[in-house]
């Protein structure tokens, strides 16, 4: 956890599974009724803090946008994948608390 920034990690480098336990998680998650598919979006988010964190946000596929996880109800933007600026260590999880967010822009990689 990193104090009070806006940013909170849940999980840093959470042990990988077998592949076949993966996909048994992965189909079993896709069955589920409230099942919404969804694709990363490589964004860099700047905080009022300054600090400064490059993460994958997860919006509707295919046609959803950062912007729809802006405005949704949720207080926290969990983002997958993240390098903090300055930090040698990557995390697969962090929550960013949306009031505390100054800029977000996606990254293209064109």
Do not use: W
């Not at 260590?89 to 996606?106: C, G, H, R």
């Amino acid at each position: 956890m990193h104090g009070d920034n806006g940013i909170h990690s849940a999980v840093a480098h959470a042990p990988h599974h077998e592949p076949e336990i993966r996909l048994k998680a992965e189909s079993e998650r896709m069955a589920h009724p409230d099942y919404v598919p969804t694709r990363a979006v490589r964004a860099r988010i700047v905080l009022v803090s300054g600090m400064r964190c490059i993460g994958g946000i997860h919006v509707r596929n295919p046609d959803g946008r950062i912007s729809d996880v802006l405005n949704d109800e949720r207080s926290f933007i969990p983002l997958t994948d993240v390098v903090l600026e300055g930090d040698s260590t990557s995390y697969d999880f962090l929550t960013v608390s949306k009031s505390q967010i100054a800029m977000i822009y996606e990254i293209n990689h064109d």
